[in-house]
């Protein structure tokens, strides 16, 4: 099973890079994940790449904060005020991140229901995410 994972510029470049190798959320999938797409927000609005999830660990976010605070590329106070008044945090471990050529926006665009957090690919769609040429 693939994710579409709506993501701004800045956070896609940081994972891509390397430079940030856990990805937070406030929820995330119950089914095991094979591939998370990268979809830029706008302004951008494109998908940027992807990559492989790796061990996926829920907790409180001091916990998550304790055990990521290095690898997730959000300040202290960043991290806080985007779990304020959450009981749990979920940290995604980042593998093999992959950076594609998109394809012409219209293609996806036209198609593609892009999600506020994230969504499962289904798969009728898994065919639009074929074809990518990677950097």
């Known amino acids: 099973m693939d994710v579409l994972l709506s993501i701004k510029l800045k956070y896609a470049e940081m994972i891509l890079s390397g430079e940030k190798t856990v990805e937070l959320r406030k929820r995330w999938a119950?089914?095991?994940v094979d591939k998370v797409w990268l979809y830029a927000t706008e302004p951008v609005g494109k998908i940027?790449?992807?990559f492989e999830e790796g061990t996926v660990c829920t907790a409180s976010p001091k916990d998550i904060w304790a055990m990521f605070e290095d690898r997730c590329g959000l300040s202290h106070e960043e991290y806080f005020k985007y779990f304020e008044g959450c009981k749990q945090a979920v940290a995604i471990e980042i593998l093999n991140p992959?950076?594609?050529r998109p394809p012409p926006l219209w293609r996806l665009k036209s198609k593609m229901q892009v999600p506020q957090s994230w969504r499962y690919i289904k798969e009728g769609e898994r065919g639009w995410f074929k074809g990518f040429s990677y950097e």
């Open 48 to 50: 940027l790449g992807h």
């Open 98 to 100: 992959m950076r594609i």
């Open 30 to 32: 119950n089914k095991e």
